[in-house]
């Protein structure tokens, strides 16, 4: 079977180790997962709608998601064609780049930020050009000034992932100023309910006002559906029109469209989330500061930690004491950790391992 060398030299993505496989290389039993960014705790509000949908799961879901994109039409009081669900807010960035990139077009990214929009861009023979961070964040100005007549798309993850950090409506409004029409601009805000909102981007004021603008957000994160697959993006009508030819039908499952019409409703869950996060997010940074380990403050839940160390040995231990993290040298950033704000006792549980491994234990 022929295959083309450009798709052998592909990196595959490597997701945080599932529990189930770190019970059965490691034999353990109490296993706590703190490196996919998932919160700590399963929606139940869901549950009742969710199985009676299960009596359907003969039948294929609806095709253009009718109700969750009328209940995402009501929220952002946008035209139905400005939608595009995706089976996560990943499909959606694969979709973009499906759409509007051909071989040697070039797309901006931030590095490193989310690892998926240098990949995807491979994968569609675009060539990604690096934008480094300045002081943990995107530099917009630094953005501004390299593009190029092949540029096509400027990706920027608000807040960031790995490094939690998050732009402000006044520096993105600079930074739209600055670029062309023609240049696609990617939001991709799927941490967006995490971050206090006094001084958060408006993205849908620059949608109004610019039209090259899509920005994506998620039901994985906050609302706890990550295990169902579920995100959508919000861009002009022809963009919109554009973006939903491209994508396959039937992609976000009938469960998935359940849960999340579920999920926008119930406002109460997602407060609890938020305030847990925060609570627990201020115990870890309360604990990395008596460890005297630096970390980066987060507008998210989860926290980049510079151990300034060898980060793989320190992953390996917690590893196997049953304490998953993310160790981000395959990301640029040597000796650094990124840890989920879990629950409490995963918290304490990662917290004493850090210890342990300080005193030698």
């Not at 797309?107 to 491979?122: R, S």
């Not at 608000?158 to 062309?180: A, R, V």
């Not at 006094?198 to 994506?216: C, Q």
């Not at 609302?223 to 039908?249: D, F, H, Q, W």
Request: net charge positive.
């Amino acid at each position: 079977m022929l295959i083309d060398e450009h798709l052998r030299q592909l990196k595959a993505y490597q997701p945080g180790k599932p529990i189930e496989e770190v019970r059965r290389t490691l034999g353990l039993k109490k296993i706590y997962k703190l490196a996919s960014n998932e919160i700590p705790f399963a929606p139940q509000h869901i549950k009742k709608l969710v199985l009676e949908e299960l009596k359907k799961i003969n039948l294929y879901p609806e095709a253009d998601c009718f109700y969750l994109r009328k209940a995402l039409q009501k929220k952002f009081k946008v035209k139905p064609e400005q939608i595009v669900l995706g089976n996560g807010s990943d499909e959606i960035i694969g979709l973009t780049l499906k759409a509007f990139v051909k071989e040697n077009d070039e797309v901006i990214v931030g590095y490193p930020t989310f690892l998926i929009y240098e990949m995807q861009a491979k994968v569609f023979r675009a060539r990604a050009k690096r934008i480094p961070l300045k002081n943990y964040r995107y530099d917009l100005d630094t953005i501004a000034k390299n593009i190029s007549k092949d540029t096509k798309i400027i990706f920027i993850a608000n807040p960031d992932n790995p490094t939690g950090t998050y732009l402000t409506h006044q520096e993105m409004e600079s930074f739209f100023n600055k670029i062309p029409q023609d240049i696609l601009v990617y939001l991709d805000e799927a941490y967006y309910e995490f971050v206090p909102k006094g001084d958060f981007p408006r993205s849908l004021s620059f949608l109004k006002k610019r039209g090259n603008v899509i920005f994506s957000r998620t039901f994985s994160k906050a609302y706890g559906l990550a295990g169902l697959r579920v995100g959508y993006g919000v861009t002009t009508s022809e963009i919109g029109e554009i973006l939903n030819k491209v994508r396959e039908p039937f992609n976000v499952n009938r469960l998935a469209q359940v849960a999340a019409c579920v999920s926008l409703e119930n406002k109460s869950f997602l407060k609890e989330v938020i305030s847990y996060i925060n609570k627990e997010k201020d115990y870890l940074y309360q604990q990395l500061h008596r460890l005297g380990i630096s970390f980066i403050k987060s507008a998210t839940n989860f926290i980049l930690i510079d151990f300034k160390r060898d980060s793989k040995k320190l992953y390996h231990y917690l590893l196997k004491r049953g304490v998953i993290v993310r160790e981000l040298s395959s990301w640029g950033l040597e000796g650094f950790l990124r840890v989920t704000v879990g629950e409490h006792k995963a918290n304490q549980t990662f917290i004493q391992g850090i210890e342990n491994y300080l005193r030698g234990k």
